[in-house]
């Protein structure tokens, strides 16, 4: 028995949410008394276990097959099972991205599971783990527990664990040739959408400036992106600014949105709704800018600025310029 975790690599790149996550197989692992074992599923992947097996584990399993080159549910889902049914794990931890949604709940089907998702945080009753999840658009967290024969199987919030937590150690590589059948992967892989090309990945800024309704106007969206392009950060927004059309969609930050961790997320006239709080409270250093010295923003907040972001950001501007001159 063990806790596995299945870490997550696109073109041959770590998602940085594999390590959160291995992080917290970390912590299961310790606080269950079970070895901690991870995998990676691809074609060619040697040198990416490798790298992984510097992490604290027992062994990191290469699941590699050329059907594996181009991500089809299908194909990882077949092929992860084979591993589980081999290793025989307690616990099977995922990021939650949107390539663990689009297989995950199909994989814990196969066990006669359900996949808990989003979990944000973990304790242990009785040497069993109790999952906490959001709910209702974050606002209530709710505690599940497994009941049942078979592993269970749980994906982990970004943010939720930190990265920096990670503890290296030195594993045992072993490779993992799984007996996939080419008949039975019905998705044919395709390039990408041309979009995607274009489209933000904001849970992997380290520095996220979002802006909220104190811009009052689209053609005030400068004044906030001044200061991202001064700190080398990513512009964001809440919902309001993004079905107004004043930023991309692919911007936006909250429950209907994209869920960030980053090092320093600066919110600029933002009230701090739940449904936005849910998409960043994750965030190692949250700095708020707003007037009202009411506003929910500030509960989270571990720097607050009251006043009028059209007087305070030119001159935070000027102080960053400043300082990286």
Sequence with gaps: MSVLVILEQQGGKWHRMSWETLAAGQQFGASLGLPVEAAVAGSGIEAL????????????????????????????????????????????????????????????????QVLISDVIAARFESGAPVFVRLLFQGKLNGDVRVTGAGPCFASIQAGAWRAESLESGSAAVETFSPQLDPTKIRQKPEAPFRESARAVDLTAAEIIVSVGRGIKEKENIPVVEELAKALGAELAASRPICDAGWLPMERQVGSSGQTVAPKVYMAVGISGAIQHLVGMKGAKTIVAINKDANAPIFEVADYGIVGDLFEVVPALVEEVRKARS
Excluded at 68 to 78: E, I, M, P, V
Excluded at 80 to 86: A, D, F, G, S, V
């Design 49 to 112: 276990a490798r790298e992984a097996a510097t992490k604290k584990a027992a062994k990191v399993y290469a699941i590699d097959h050329a059907l594996l080159q181009d991500y089809t549910a299908d194909g990882y889902t077949a092929a992860i099972e084979e591993l589980i049914r081999k290793a025989n794990p307690k616990i099977v931890l995922f990021p939650h991205t949107y390539q663990v949604r689009d297989f995950a709940p199909k994989l814990a089907t196969r066990f006669h």
